[in-house]
């Protein structure tokens, strides 16, 4: 045995094996146990930062005991969203084979900022566009970034926005930035995610910049009021539209929306965080009608596809115009790939982890009819917990699921429907057999209902409503 195999780092590497093994039952008595785990978190902020915020120990502590002692420090602060029956906000599980590939990327621990220092990783980027312009039925030449969320892929995509408009008005915003350029202004509805704005402030634009189009009652596009406002004088113009609203998962007008803006030169972002796979959907794609006219779309991984944080999705009908907001070929150390991906060109990171495998992994263990049937089944489920619940005494139906998405809420006799509403929601977290959050919807309470994880079954359904019947009757 050489001097080298004596030295602690050859004794660490044959302990990797074990840890990885024992961290590997670990997990699986973590996904195992979520049948039979309350769904909430049942651990007090008091709790978990008096077992997690202890001083930082001189002394080294071995690997095992590490993980063994997070796995204890954490119980009881982890929602069960991997589970069969979380249906709040818009929280999807992990697919096993993303699960594993996921870890996969961890123990490989490339850096996915360029072909030269992750070779297979570029690759993988670059089928993962492939299939989904493919699944999505967008254009060939369109481009795709894979980032943290939709938050950074609206970031993405509205820089590839920003960059065209403004050089049709002969302004070069990536070498003079903003000051004196022509105001752009967005236009989008009230219904918006928060995400929008937040792009918009850390593009420069300011949310003032921010007009915004009527909606009908269920947060639609009012096509009508965007006509109006594309034809008052306004300038460079982005229009966000919606495919799935985070409430209702109702889809904006898409067609309409797109051909308006053709008409006035505006650029079409169409926010799809979940909505957008319906797409892949035979029966449900008719929801998004005209929407490869776009000009740009953001969705994420980790929502309804069922990867695991975090994944986003920026994909731009304009390769150039993504480019070109995003390259960063400035630096003399770097070694450019010619003909391969280089993610740093279309990615507003540097440095970064190879986020496209597991959605690899993800749209490999499904296949065109599994992203299909995930849509459909969980389209179906969502349908039924809106109904089933939303027909139990005391409860009322406000949003039906025409998606994976439905609204109730809970009448109070003495009318106080907002604060019944908010009670029940709490009951039926503390009661553990499922998970729903709440919203404010039109002014009124009401409680989320969203299907999004690939392992719920009617049973969990069946479960479901079961538990919330005999909440509604407790706290009569
Ligand atoms: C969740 C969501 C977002 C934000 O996505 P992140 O992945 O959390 O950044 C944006 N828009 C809609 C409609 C969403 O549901």
């Not at 189009?213 to 947060?219: E, L, N, P, Q, S």
């Not at 490999?364 to 969502?382: E, I, P, S, Y």
Request: hydrophobic share 45%; with cysteine; aromatic share 6%.
């Amino acid at each position: 045995m050489s001097a080298l195999d004596e030295s602690p780092q050859a004794a660490a590497r044959g302990d990797v094996r074990d840890l990885l093994r024992s961290t590997a039952e670990q997990a699986a008595d973590f996904l195992a146990d979520g049948h039979a785990r309350p769904v909430a978190a049942v651990a007090s902020l008091d709790e978990l930062r008096a077992r997690l915020v202890t001083p930082l120990a001189d002394e080294a502590v071995g690997a095992e005991a590490v993980i063994e002692q997070l796995v204890r420090d954490t119980r009881g602060g982890l929602l069960g969203t991997t589970g069969p029956r979380f249906f709040g906000w818009v929280i999807g599980g992990t697919l096993p084979a993303a699960l594993a590939a996921d870890w996969l990327t961890s123990t490989w621990d490339q850096n996915a900022a360029l072909y030269a220092c992750a070779p297979a990783e570029a690759v993988i980027e670059e089928a993962c566009r492939d299939w989904i312009v493919d699944l999505l039925g967008l254009g060939e030449r369109t481009s795709m970034a894979l980032l943290t969320g939709c938050q950074m892929a609206h970031f993405t995509a509205l820089a590839a926005a920003r960059g065209a408009l403004l050089r049709r008005q002969g302004w070069d915003v990536e070498s003079d930035g903003l000051f004196g350029a022509p105001p752009i202004r967005i236009l989008a509805t009230r219904h918006r995610h928060i995400t929008i704005d937040r792009a918009v402030r850390m593009l420069g634009l300011g949310t003032r910049a921010i007009v915004e189009v009527d909606a009908d009652d269920r947060g639609r596009l009012d096509p009508a009021s965007l006509e109006t406002l594309l034809s008052a004088e306004g300038g460079p113009t982005i229009v966000v539209a919606q495919a799935g609203d985070l409430n209702t998962g109702f889809y904006d007008p898409l067609d309409e929306t797109v051909a308006l803006a053709r008409r006035h030169d505006a650029w079409v972002h169409v926010d799809g965080a979940f909505g957008l796979w319906a797409a892949a959907s035979p029966r449900h794609r008719h929801l998004l009608r005209g929407f490869e006219g776009a000009d740009s779309w953001a969705t994420d991984g980790h929502k309804w596809l069922n990867v695991p944080y975090d994944c986003g999705i920026a994909l731009v009908a304009d390769p150039d115009a993504h480019r070109a907001a995003m390259s960063s070929r400035a630096s003399s150390y770097l070694v450019y790939a010619e003909g391969a991906r280089d993610q740093i060109d279309w990615n507003p990171e540097w440095s970064r982890r190879g986020r496209g495998v597991a959605l690899y992994a993800a749209l490999r263990q499904l296949g065109r009819h599994g992203v299909a049937d995930l849509v459909d089944r969980t389209c179906r489920l969502a349908a039924r917990l809106t109904s089933e619940i939303g027909a139990l005494p005391g409860a009322e139906l406000l949003s039906p699921a025409l998606i994976n998405q439905g609204l109730v809420r809970f009448l109070d006799p003495a009318g106080d429907h907002d604060r019944r509403t908010d009670a029940v929601i709490q009951a039926i977290q503390d009661e553990g057999t499922a998970w729903f959050g709440g919203t404010t919807w039109n002014g009124i309470r009401a409680m989320r209902i969203s299907v999004s994880g690939w392992n719920t079954t009617d049973h969990d359904v069946d479960l479901t409503v079961a538990a919330v019947e005999r909440v509604l009757g407790a706290c009569a």
